[in-house]
Each structure stands twice: as structure tokens, then as C-alpha cells.
């Protein structure tokens, strides 16, 4: 049993690791926001090939250099701030959006990239030396379903043990802390070599901590803040080292008759809508729509934003204090959440903050505000306004494509052209992009009314929107791409991979290594893991439509896979189906799901929405479950069959992109593709799963 509880441990110490390099690697280093999943696909690579074939001279404390150096580039001021003008750099692709991006030089651009190749070649060392560790550890155990189970288990702990952790805002200096303890409950770590390579490690966090010391940052579950002092009681915000807002004191227009007060984006909605009663907020964050609402109307508002800690510093820092009015209640929630929760025809204003979220980390391709705006999101939001109401987005579009995106979606679902206009920025505020439909009659009933605000409007609107710009929906939710195709930079990123792929072999071990894809068993098992990640990133893009886009839904995604896997080892000598009508099952099941509109959903209270979406999400991983132990069970390579898997994985992660060209549910069609494909491999037997694992 120790030698099962061996695999737990270091399972449990992969996935921490790997959690920890997503978040904290996208966070310093937006460019990997954008970048989902290269980090992690980083990571299966180093893992795959540590798994395929481990060498004599493999330990884990050689995962310290590499450590060493990815905490150097992103643990140093000076260094950071170099390795941070990547994502600025690369943003010079136009076909996709990048936050700050500039026109760069060509040398620029290459520097970029070399620094981006670094950065994954240190996740793929540090977890290559896993991988060489686990595979050790599975070759001495002699049943391969339990060892599995184990591995599970460890996994499992791992997500919570860092959910935890962001739960309570810990910072990456506490992650390290944790990371040692982990490290040093190794035997190779109790070394003077160990000892001396987790101090480095401690060190370079907390100079860092030191470097940063007068800038006040948090750790939310979500997103790096970072609050800076300005004039007065204003203050700058940072979101992931990114320009977000400033918490704008205001208050001294309260005093002036409201005809008299300045046009700007906290102003706007307010005036544009009459004299609503109850309004709707999401985006609230810092407070400055919310207190620009208080300023302009009597409405009673519902604040509503995902991070409880953005809401908080709101409630302390912002000088006109808007979320202590008796008129606002907060909420903290997923926009999308919020709409199905509101009873409809209820509100007579709703205003969209700046929610894009550009350098919030996801575990999908879909970044974490596109599902808030998709055609189905705001037909919901429209169902909540009163035939007088009235709908204000405003939005950083640095892109006309955006802008045509946003007007021609907000088209469809209310049947009228919206008021589309530019805001300035101003020292009110930074200014964007505005567009207010809804009621034709109440918006222009309020722009009658106050001439500064028609003339504001007059002199600051934009030219039509373009007509062939393609609206967002669930199942093609991409906001910041010009047209259904793969941009050009996750071209350039499978390229770096792939040279990745083959210096690293190269060097470690003098040839091209992976998968040997004429062994039928390390075929059949890299597909399963092709297919396995494909489901995996349907389920999570399906659950953030229906329970939000939040770090306790993706969690809980994951932690669900996870024990669909272990109920899977579990049923599988007991199983009497063949693994030809398993297969044939899940093939049809995958295909079938992808055209089954689980937005409908929506519409059930909470309880069966959750039991009826997980069932249904939840089936494909037991049955995919149920194939993978049937195989690994066997197994006399217990290595190289999890390292092809993890392989499949990582191909997984890269077909991703097709979703960019087809949508979302290309990715089941895919996966019950190549599921239905393994009936090729692993040959048809008209005995039960059971049967097959009694006899060998």
C-alpha cells in the first residue's frame, strides 16, 4: 500500500505545480492569458515524455534549475517588466485581440517569442523530472487499476489543496511556502542540494514581496489587483498588471442641477433612461457606474460582480462610498449567473460595466467575459427590462470588428439599431465605447430632455457598424477574434512547440521521442486522451454558461472528471458490456451532445439544472473511464501507456482550435470521431469488460 500512496503524493504534487505555473505564469505574463492552455500543454509535454522513458539519472531535485529560473524572470522587477513586453510585442497580430498591444519591430517580435519558448521549455523541465518520478513509482506497483485510482486521489487533492489556497486570496509567496513543504516531504529534497534550492526559491519571493511593498496587491481567486495612490482620495487599479480603472471621486457633482453636470461614462447611464426605479449593474466593480447611478437617478441598484475582493476594496477605498447606500445591494456573481436569477420584466435599467476581462487566466479558450456577451446572454438580459427599459453596454473596443460585434449582436436580440457613440477619456474617467438600446421611446424622451446630453452624443457618434461581422452565441462565443479562423499567433505557438518538442528531446535524450504509434495499446491510448481533453474543455465551456464563468465552477468541473474516473475503476470488474458497445455509446453520446442546446437549461431551478447537466456531462467521462482502466489494467508498460495518454492530451489541447473555425461543439463531433476510431484499434471482443480483466 505505501508504494500506492507513493503514486497519491506525487500526483498530488503535479497537479499543484500545475496550477500554480497556469496562474501564476498568465498573470505575470498576460501573454499567456491569452495564450489558454499553452502552459498547460507545456506541462503534459514534460510529463509525457518523463513518463515514456524515465533515465537512471533522473531526480526530482533537477526540477530546481529550471524552478529557479522561471521564478527568476517572473520574481524580479527588472527582469518581469522585460518578459512582460511579450504580450504587448505579440499583440501586433490583428487578426487577435491583445490588451496594450503595439506595432513592434521584427527583432522585437523574435525576442518575444524566444522569451515565451523559454518560459514553456522551464514548465516542460520542471515537469518532466515528474514524470520520470511517476513512472518509477507505477512500475513497482502490480496492480495498475489500483495505482490509478491512487493517482486519481492525489490529483483530486491537489486542485483543492490550490483551490483552497485562492479561495483565501493567498499570494504566490504562500504558494511557495506550500510548494517546499510539498517538495521536502520527498526524500531527494532532504538534501543539502534540496535544502539550498528551496531557499533560493523562498528568497526570490520574498524580494519580490520586498520590490513590491508600497503598491497594495491582492490575490483574489480571479485576478492579480493592485491598488496605486493618486491625487486626493482617487486611486489607480490593476488588474494582472494591466490598466483597469481609476476610483474616481466625484462627488462634487452632486451639487449641480443635473442639466449642468459633465457627460461621461458614469454619468451616462443614469441620464440615458429616465427615471428608472430599479437597475441592474454587472461589472460593478470598484463602484464608479454605481456611484454614477446614485448621482443621476433614485433608482434602487443591484451591484453585481464575480470577485468579492474587487467589491471590497470598492467598499473601503472609493471616496463617495457607494456601497454603503441603503439603495444598493451587492452581489457576487457571474454576470450570466445573475440574469437567470432576476425575475423577468423587473428592471428599468441595466448597465454593463467594463467587463472585459483580457488578462483573466481560463481553462478554456473562451476567455472569461465572451459568454456575457453572446446573443443568448443578452436576449436573457433583455427579458428582464420592462417595455420601457433600457440596456447601456459600455466597452474598451480596440478594434472596429469589435464594436460592429457587440452593435450587430445587441441588433439581433432587440430588433433596433443601437445608439452606438465614442466616449473620450477624460478626467473622469478612461472613456470607451458606448451602446444604449432598449426602449426607442424612452431614450429618446431623456435625450429631449437634456440637450447637453443630445449634443454630447451628436458630436461623439461612430460610423454604422459593418453588416458582415459575425454576431457572438454560445457556440461561437469569440468576441476578440475578426472572423472564424485560427489567428495567426496560435499558428506561431504550435510552432514554438513543436521546436520545443524536438530540441528538448535532443538534448535529454538524443532522439525524437513520444508515443510509439505502431504499438496498437500507445495508439489507442494516446486517442483516448485526445478525446478525454476535448470533452473536458466542452464541459467546462458548458458549465460557465450554465453556473458562470468561476474559479468554483471550473474547480468543481475538474474535481468531477476526476471522480467520474475513480467511479469508473471502481464499476469496471463488475461491468458485463463489451467494450465494443461502450465505445460505440460514447462515440454516439459525444456527437449527440454536441448539438443538444444545454442553454435550455437555463430555464430549471438550480438543483436539477446541476444534477441533469452533470449526468449528462459526466456520462462521457465514465464511460471514457471505463475504457482507459480496461486497457491500463493490463498493462506491462504502465509508463509509456500514461505517457501517450498524457501525448493525446496535449494534442487535445492544440485541435482546441477548431472551435475558433466551427464553434464549440466541434469539439464532441471531434471527440466521437476518434472515439468511434478506436474500434479500429483495440479489436471487437464479444466478451464484457469483466470477463477480459478475469482472464488476464
Same mark, same amino acid.
Given at each position: 500500500?505505501? &508504494? ?22 498568465? !498573470? ?11 502552459? #498547460? ?25 529550471? #524552478? ?34 503595439? =506595432? ?95 531557499? #533560493? ?51 462634487? =457633482? ?16 443614469? &441620464? ?63 454576470? &450570466?449567473? !445573475? ?14 460595466? *467594463? ?28 427579458? #428582464? ?47 470607451? *465605447? ?78 525524437? *521521442? ?64 463489451? &467494450? ?117
Amino acid at each position: 500500500m505505501q &508504494r500506492y500512496g507513493a503514486v497519491g503524493h506525487v500526483c498530488l504534487a503535479i497537479l499543484f505545480v500545475e496550477l500554480l505555473l497556469i496562474r501564476w505564469i498568465s !498573470t505575470e505574463m498576460s501573454i499567456f492569458a491569452y495564450l489558454q492552455n499553452s502552459v #498547460l500543454i507545456a506541462c503534459f509535454l514534460g510529463l509525457g515524455m518523463g513518463l515514456i522513458e524515465s533515465r537512471p539519472q533522473d531526480r526530482l531535485t533537477r526540477l530546481l534549475p529550471p #524552478l529557479a529560473c522561471l521564478t527568476t524572470i517572473l520574481f524580479i522587477p527588472q527582469i518581469r517588466t522585460f518578459a512582460r513586453e511579450a504580450s504587448s510585442v505579440l499583440g501586433s497580430f490583428h487578426d487577435f485581440t491583445i490588451w496594450n498591444s503595439r =506595432e513592434a519591430e521584427r527583432w522585437e517580435v523574435v525576442g518575444a517569442l524566444l522569451m515565451t519558448m523559454l518560459v514553456l521549455g522551464c514548465c516542460w523541465a520542471i515537469m518532466v523530472q515528474f514524470g520520470a518520478e511517476l513512472s518509477r513509482l507505477l512500475g513497482r506497483c502490480e496492480n495498475r487499476l489500483t495505482a490509478y485510482s491512487f493517482d486519481m486521489l492525489g490529483s483530486l487533492s491537489g486542485v483543492w489543496l490550490f483551490t483552497l489556497m485562492a479561495y483565501f486570496s493567498l499570494p504566490p509567496q504562500m504558494w511557495f511556502v506550500v510548494l517546499c513543504v510539498l517538495l521536502f516531504s520527498f526524500p531527494a529534497f532532504r538534501t543539502r542540494q534540496g535544502c539550498l534550492g528551496c531557499l #533560493l526559491l523562498l528568497t526570490l519571493a520574498c524580494w519580490n514581496a520586498a520590490a513590491s511593498y508600497k503598491v497594495r496587491t491582492t490575490w483574489t481567486p480571479y485576478q492579480k489587483l493592485q491598488f496605486r495612490p493618486l491625487k486626493g482620495d482617487e486611486w489607480e487599479v490593476f488588474v494582472n498588471n494591466t490598466g483597469f480603472q481609476q476610483i474616481q471621486n466625484d462627488a462634487q =457633482e452632486s451639487a449641480l442641477p443635473r442639466e449642468q453636470r459633465p457627460v461621461h461614462q458614469y454619468n451616462l447611464p443614469g &441620464r440615458m433612461a429616465g427615471s428608472p426605479v430599479r437597475s441592474l449593474v454587472v461589472g460593478a466593480g470598484t463602484g464608479n457606474d454605481v456611484a454614477g447611478l446614485l448621482r443621476n437617478s433614485e433608482a434602487s441598484i443591484e451591484a453585481v460582480d464575480i470577485d468579492p475582493v474587487l467589491l471590497e476594496f470598492g467598499r473601503l477605498l472609493h471616496p463617495e462610498k457607494p456601497y454603503s447606500n441603503p439603495r444598493v445591494h451587492i452581489t457576487v456573481n457571474d454576470a &450570466r449567473a !445573475t440574469f437567470q436569477s432576476l425575475e423577468p420584466g423587473s428592471l428599468d435599467l441595466i448597465v454593463f460595466g *467594463l467587463l472585459d476581462s483580457h488578462t483573466t487566466p481560463n481553462l478554456s479558450n473562451a476567455r472569461l467575459d465572451n459568454f456575457v456577451y453572446t446573443e443568448e446572454s443578452l436576449r436573457t438580459a433583455a427579458r #428582464l427590462l420592462r417595455p420601457s427599459g433600457v440596456l447601456v453596454l459600455l466597452f474598451q473596443a480596440q478594434r472596429d470588428y469589435i464594436g460592429s460585434r457587440l452593435n450587430n449582436t445587441l441588433e439581433t436580440v432587440f430588433g433596433v439599431r443601437p445608439l452606438v457613440f465614442r466616449v473620450p477619456p477624460s478626467e473622469w474617467g478612461w472613456g470607451g *465605447l458606448a451602446l444604449v438600446t432598449g426602449s426607442p421611446e424612452t431614450i429618446q424622451a431623456s435625450l429631449r430632455r437634456d440637450p447637453m446630453l443630445d449634443r454630447f452624443i451628436q458630436d461623439n457618434l461612430c460610423q454604422p457598424a459593418d453588416p458582415n461581422v459575425r454576431s457572438t452565441s454560445d457556440s461561437w462565443p469569440y468576441l476578440y477574434i475578426e472572423k472564424p479562423s485560427i489567428p495567426s499567433l496560435f499558428w506561431i505557438l504550435g510552432l514554438i512547440f513543436l521546436v520545443l518538442w524536438v530540441i528538448s528531446s535532443r538534448l535529454r535524450y538524443g532522439k525524437i *521521442l513520444g508515443p510509439n504509434w505502431s504499438n496498437p495499446q500507445e495508439l489507442f491510448m494516446t486517442l483516448l486522451g485526445i478525446s478525454f481533453s476535448l470533452v473536458q474543455v466542452f464541459s467546462i465551456c458548458k458549465a460557465s454558461i450554465l453556473f458562470g464563468s468561476t474559479w468554483l465552477v471550473n474547480s468543481v468541473v475538474i474535481s468531477g472528471i476526476l471522480v467520474m474516473i475513480l467511479a469508473a475503476n471502481i464499476l469496471l470488474p463488475r461491468v458485463t458490456i463489451s &467494450r465494443f458497445w461502450i465505445t460505440l455509446a460514447l462515440s454516439l453520446g459525444c456527437i449527440g451532445l454536441a448539438f443538444l442546446p444545454l442553454s435550455k437549461l437555463l430555464l430549471l431551478p438550480f438543483l436539477p439544472r446541476f444534477l441533469l447537466a452533470a449526468t449528462l456531462s459526466g456520462l462521457p467521462m465514465l464511460l471514457s473511464g471505463l475504457l482507459f482502466g480496461h486497457a491500463f489494467a493490463k498493462t506491462q508498460q504502465p509508463g509509456r501507456d500514461l505517457g501517450a495518454n498524457l501525448f493525446g492530451a496535449m494534442l487535445g489541447g492544440a485541435l482546441q482550435l477548431v472551435t475558433f473555425k466551427w464553434g464549440i461543439p466541434s469539439l464532441m463531433v471531434l471527440a466521437g470521431v476518434i472515439y468511434a476510431s478506436t474500434l479500429l484499434i483495440s479489436l471487437p471482443s464479444n466478451r464484457s469488460v469483466s470477463e477480459e480483466l478475469s482472464s488476464s
